[in-house]
């Protein structure tokens, strides 16, 4: 292979705080280290269609690392393997277009592509790289925590931060009012972020798509509560959370994305059922995207930080079709094929679910 000079970044799928931090520390590492171009592709894989790529120089990436959301952009949308089009008679087409991404990617002479992102962004480097061999580079992020091949991802923290905030806030509006308050956080089909905000804000009732739930058990632990002189609750609900034999509730379907199922909603069932069973006046909030935005923790600060340097080594060692990830202490690096199997979810028999059983929290089950 020619020797490497350039590095492609882009960012894609949906946002999470510390993307900037891993931009700044890919463009510092690439030039300082070892004398790389850097340049960024525009909201994620639509950069490459549209052919829209910068050079990012050292200046540009001044002053970002504490500030939410990419200087890139990006979409959790233009898969180029299944791209969307609308035809004259107003039918969406899904087309393989990914020859004209390659082209974008040959046009600026990129050598190696750092696609950060969850997991569909890696399955579509992951496509690129065995269609193409295109050499990539994968870093991991989500707020939701459920990527292989890394014990964490960075964004979780900040977003963990955000829910547990929101949780302490509720905590002493449902006192004064003698309520049960239901909370509604991300996750999609991972239940991290209920069960970690859960655990932080002392949560009565934490309800996981790992562990579906049986409404009565939910309303005995309340109704107990009441009868002990507790007589309010707080319910943490991961938006992928169901009844046993019960559905998902879908939001919306979003259908030129990866994954078309934007889910939504459970928190106002589980709080009028909750009100109807018990008696006991309830409320409900969906904390929704603002667990996106802000500013990046130190911790994700600091992680996305080593994931940029450790990318840009791995592009240097010409570790391609790896991804780079936190093990114990240390950045690995592991195959994304390996990384994109299958997602990272709760093992129900976990320490942290037995954790938060022994002091107390209602699963419901
Ligand atoms: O994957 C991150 C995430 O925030 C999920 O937790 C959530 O289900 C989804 O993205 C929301 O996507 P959108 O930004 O398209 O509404």
């Known amino acids: 292979m020619k020797k490497i000079r350039k590095l492609g970044i882009l960012t ?56 939410g959301g990419t200087i890139l952009g990006t979409s959790n949308r233009d898969n180029p393997f299944h791209y969307s089009d609308e035809s004259p008679g107003g039918r969406k087409e899904h087309c393989d277009i990914s020859a004209q991404a390659m082209a974008t990617i040959e046009a600026h002479e990129i050598d190696v592509l750092l696609a950060v992102g969850g997991d569909g962004t890696q399955n579509i480097a992951q496509l690129f790289f065995e269609k193409y061999r295109l050499p990539v580079i994968g870093i991991p992020k989500t707020i939701d925590n459920d990527l292989n091949g890394t014990d964490v991802t960075f964004g979780f923290d900040t977003a963990l931060n955000t829910a547990t905030t929101a949780i302490d806030k509720l905590h002493s509006t449902a006192e004064a009012h003698h309520r049960v308050m239901v909370i509604e956080v991300m996750g999609r089909y991972a239940g991290w972020i209920a069960l970690q905000s859960g655990l932080a804000g002392g949560g009565d009732v934490i309800l996981i798509p790992e562990i579906p739930f049986q409404m009565d058990k939910v309303c005995a632990k309340i109704i107990r509560r009441a009868e002990k002189g507790k007589r309010f609750s707080l319910v943490v609900v991961a938006e992928g959370a169901r009844a046993e034999g019960g559905e998902l509730v879908v939001a919306r379907q979003v259908n030129d994305a990866s994954d078309p199922i934007r889910l939504g909603g459970i928190a106002a069932r589980v709080g009028n059922q909750i009100e109807d069973m018990t008696g006991i006046e309830s409320r409900y909030t969906i904390l929704g995207h603002v667990q996106r935005g802000g500013s990046p923790t130190p911790y994700d600060r600091i992680l996305a930080t080593r994931f940029g340097y450790h990318a840009v080594v791995a592009a240097v060692n010409k570790e391609f079709g790896c991804l780079v990830g936190l093990r114990g202490n240390e950045i690995k690096t592991t195959p994304i094929k390996e990384a994109i199997a299958e997602p990272r979810r709760v093992d129900p028999e976990s320490d942290l679910v037995k954790t938060a059983m022994a002091v107390g929290t209602c699963f419901g089950k």
């Open 12 to 67: 894609g799928g949906g946002d999470c705080p510390g993307l900037n931090a891993v931009i700044r520390a890919v463009v510092h590492t690439a030039q300082r280290e070892f004398g790389l171009e850097v340049c960024g592709i525009m909201d994620g894989y639509a950069g490459l269609i549209q052919k829209n790529v910068r050079k990012i120089e050292l200046a540009d990436v001044s002053g970002i690392l504490p500030r």
